[in-house]
């Protein structure tokens, strides 16, 4: 049962009814074993944060930077914060110096806890050029820390500052104080152009988005919870608290690339994630069933064809399925669906939220015939994550982001945008009053700037307005569409639709490498380099004809004409990618200028 309090006191409140019960799986940084924390644990620790921080003058609405992966600490300054009503803003641990310089001279940041050595040597390096910022506190005991350095203590030597809890009284004042109006995060959006804004949210917005969500998210005290996602992102951050609400247990992922080792050592129910996740997975399973024997290939395809059948035709659509079609789904659900399961740490699955991003089609349909719930759903910062989903058992339609969650009115405006009021959209971005007076209309509708439309009560999303490109001969390509249509073959790592006043659509594809190498050594293709393999002839015909076999329900002029294979990958160091891994194409547009002038020469 949900316990929905203020978060200033949510984890207190939870070990009185929990105890020793674990809450916390989680890894020491360099470690390759997994340890546990009770929400008892859990309770101490936050409760000794809030007296360190009261020591320290941490004030009240104070905004805290916190500048790391996941880790345990990262919660423990989280909730010590808001139980002294304090304001923690997240970076990426990917973020550039020039990025965190800019939030904390934006946000006035005197203390910012930071992760490991990456994240150490950038706060460091960029400490002269703050002039607010104080003090740094590092979590990892391992960093070395500048022998010139005064300003930098380890978490360690920090929580010292609240042994004994010497301002528990206090503390106890400021939770009674604590009010659902005051903020809670501010969270900075890296944007596809650039520009980074503030989000701010309430403890109000959490407590509307939590009490909405627990109507159709059915997770649980008996789930485990994956923490793939950065708690930066308001997805996984949500997420994440929804789950503490409800008694999870959480399985801190501190390193991204290690998840799926992590899932096969922690076995989790849950994890909310990306769609390139689930498209790496329909890869996997795909090349698994390639590399098998004739027999054992059809028998896979006659099971997906059945999972389709029974959970796509039938179940998505509110039907029951026939008898002897439950009965052979259920046979291969025990069998082959419940083996690839278990290659993946899922053979407890319950259900994975799914956004971020478009959902192919066959992605979707592929990982609800395996037997493994998708929630497909849509969100912004400025929501506080969802504003629809699927809702676990209930009928949904393939390529919709679900039915709006409760208390969200929604509205579609001029050029079909989607136009969103309720109580958990944000009230605007940190010093930024003109861009609020933008983002919100005349009625209080905030403008999300994706396109979409409401059919038999759920959203369905066309496009992103500002990316939508119009080709010198007006026409209008959804670049996201033809993309998320494309990243599901094995051999397509990352790609960028060009078309914007071009003749015709084409595409910057970096390769899946290993993929593409095997491929070459297989067939005997020579190379000596990535940039050989990635200007072969061969390959390049290779890649056009499943690029051709892919596109075929596009209309001819969304189709890509022609393509260029590049030898390395988009990358948040060149400017390339955001730190939720979003293209910034306008970066991508002078970066390649070259090869792209070059794809739309006579």
């Not at 460091?124 to 607010?132: G, S």
Request: net charge negative; charged share 25%.
């Amino acid at each position: 049962m949900q316990n929905n309090c203020h978060l200033s006191v949510l984890v207190h409140k939870q070990a009185e009814k929990y105890g020793e019960k674990t809450v916390l799986n989680y890894r020491d940084f360099g470690s390759l074993k997994w340890q546990t924390a009770s929400w008892n644990d859990f309770s101490n620790s936050v409760r000794q944060v809030s007296n360190a921080m009261l020591n320290m003058g941490i004030k009240i609405q104070e905004n805290v930077g916190v500048f790391a992966q996941n880790t345990v600490q990262g919660l423990y300054v989280d909730f010590g914060a808001w139980g002294i009503r304090a304001v923690t803003i997240p970076f990426y641990a990917t973020s550039s110096e020039q990025q965190i310089q800019y939030m904390i001279g934006d946000a006035q940041i005197r203390f910012l806890f930071v992760g490991e050595q990456e994240q150490y040597d950038k706060a460091h390096r960029i400490f002269p050029l703050c002039p607010t910022l104080e003090r740094i506190i590092v979590f990892d005991a391992s960093v070395r820390i500048n022998a010139h350095d005064p300003n930098t203590i380890f978490f360690d030597d920090f929580m010292k500052l609240g042994e004994g809890f010497p301002r528990q009284t206090e503390l106890e004042e400021l939770y009674k104080q604590a009010s659902m109006d005051d903020l809670a995060n501010i969270l900075y959006t890296s944007g596809t152009t650039g520009d980074s804004k503030g989000v701010m949210l309430t403890y109000g917005q959490y407590y509307a988005a939590f009490e909405a969500n627990d109507k159709c998210v059915p997770v649980g005290e008996n789930d485990r919870v994956m923490n793939f996602l950065p708690f930066t992102h308001i997805f996984e951050r949500g997420w994440t608290i929804l789950c503490l609400t409800e008694g999870a247990e959480l399985i801190v992922n501190t390193y991204p690339r290690e998840v799926q080792q992590s899932m096969l050592e922690t076995h989790p129910t849950c994890m909310s994630s990306v769609p390139r996740f689930w498209e790496k997975v329909l890869v996997g399973v795909k090349e698994k069933i390639e590399k098998s024997n004739a027999v054992e290939r059809k028998l896979m395809h006659k099971a997906l064809a059945v999972g389709r059948k029974h959970n796509i035709e039938y179940l998505s659509r509110g039907k029951r399925p026939p008898l002897h079609l439950h009965m052979e789904y259920k046979m291969y659900n025990k069998t082959l669906f419940s083996l690839v399961r278990k290659q993946l740490g899922l053979e407890n699955a319950h259900f994975f939220p799914t956004a971020g991003a478009a959902v192919s089609a066959e992605v979707e349909e592929f990982i609800h015939s395996l037997g493994i719930n998708m929630i497909v759903g849509y969100g912004l910062t400025e929501s506080l994550a969802t504003v629809s989903c699927d809702h676990l058992g209930e009928p949904f339609t393939i390529g919709s982001v679900g039915r709006p969650i409760e208390g969200i009115e929604i509205k579609i405006g001029e050029d079909d945008e989607v136009l969103l009021k309720g109580p958990t959209i944000t009230k605007g971005y940190y010093n930024r009053p003109a861009l609020n007076e933008q983002a919100f209309d005349e009625d209080g509708f905030f403008h999300t700037g994706d396109a979409g439309y409401l059919k038999d009560g759920e959203l369905f999303l066309k496009e992103r307005i500002k990316d939508l490109f119009k080709t010198s001969n007006g026409k209008y390509i959804a670049p996201q569409m033809i993309e998320s249509k494309l990243l599901v073959d094995k051999f397509i790592e990352q790609i960028a639709i060009i078309a914007d006043e071009r003749k015709f659509v084409s595409a910057l594809i970096v390769p899946a490498y290993q993929e593409l190498e095997e491929y070459a050594k297989d067939n005997n293709i020579a190379f000596s380099s990535r940039e050989e393999l990635c200007q072969n002839k061969q390959i390049n015909q290779v890649i056009k004809e499943r690029i051709d076999t892919l596109q075929q329900q596009l209309a001819s002029y969304e189709q890509i004409k022609r393509f260029t294979l590049l030898p390395h990958p988009f990358t948040m160091e060149a400017g390339e990618l955001t730190n939720t891994l979003k293209i910034r194409r306008r970066v991508l547009n002078e970066n390649y200028k070259e090869q792209i002038d070059k794809m739309y020469e006579e």
